[in-house]
């Protein structure tokens, strides 16, 4: 669901500056040195409006979080949060994933979190899920040997496809569930999360763990290939 426009988004946006990080290529390389000292660096790609954002940086004062986000709307909701709970570990970019090697140094992620990805169901966007080849390829880039991705969705056939893109793209599967809160609330959930895990729906969640890229085989190729055996 798109949010609508807000007539007030750039004060808001101004109030919380010191959280937004406008030149993201600038510190490419060079994310640490917002804080001197932290043990590991987080990117959580499409933070929505932020509750599994900040509740995450809360909770691991020592790593420093960098959330994406394209719908401003949103991140300055989420920015708002971290204001209000005085969060100095937690900075937010406004950006598509897609330009993430242009903003982080090859192996300088040490953990990624996609949380709740837009499935893309037609078969002709598959290009556009953020699990798909071209966008791994990208994550293995900048997510150092390994790191892991922590992946969630409520959507099921969208889980099973991610599955198969890492198997084909050579990446360790690991800790898979096709319901994490089955016995119970597991871990900081997102919003959506929350309202989904209410209503009964299984959530799914891997880790993958990142390696050096392989490229698999065209589509079609593989198409073939499996008809020829």
């Not at 990117?43 to 719908?71: Q, S, Y």
């Not at 709307?73 to 920015?79: D, K, L, P, Y």
């Not at 937690?90 to 090859?106: A, L, P, Q, S, T």
Request: proline share 6%.
């Amino acid at each position: 669901m798109r949010m609508r426009r807000m007539k007030n988004l750039e004060p808001r946006m101004d109030k919380c500056e010191q959280f937004r990080i406008s030149d993201p290529q600038s510190h490419k390389g060079g994310w640490r040195s917002l804080k001197p000292g932290c043990e590991a660096l987080w990117v959580e790609v499409g933070c929505g409006k932020g509750k599994f954002t900040v509740e995450t940086a809360a909770a691991n004062p020592n790593v420093l979080l960098i959330a994406v986000e394209r719908c401003r709307e949103a991140m300055v909701v989420a920015m708002e949060k971290a204001k209000a709970m005085e969060l100095t570990n937690v900075f937010f970019i406004d950006m598509d994933v897609e330009h993430i090697e242009e903003c982080f140094d090859k192996g300088e992620i040490d953990r990624l979190f996609i949380n709740f990805p837009d499935p893309w169901p037609r078969k002709k966007n598959a290009k556009r899920r953020l699990t798909y080849r071209t966008f791994l390829q990208k994550y293995c880039n900048v997510v150092r040997e390994n790191g892991e991705i922590h992946y969630k969705t409520d959507n099921a056939p969208l889980f099973e496809f991610s599955v198969e893109e890492f198997a084909a793209c050579g990446l360790e599967v690991k800790n898979l569930t096709r319901d994490l809160h089955a016995n119970g609330p597991v871990g900081i959930m997102t919003g959506y999360e929350e309202k989904f895990y209410g209503l009964g729906t299984p959530i799914n969640r891997c880790e993958v763990v990142c390696r050096p890229f392989v490229a698999p085989m065209p589509e079609k190729k593989q198409q073939d290939a499996e008809v020829a055996q």
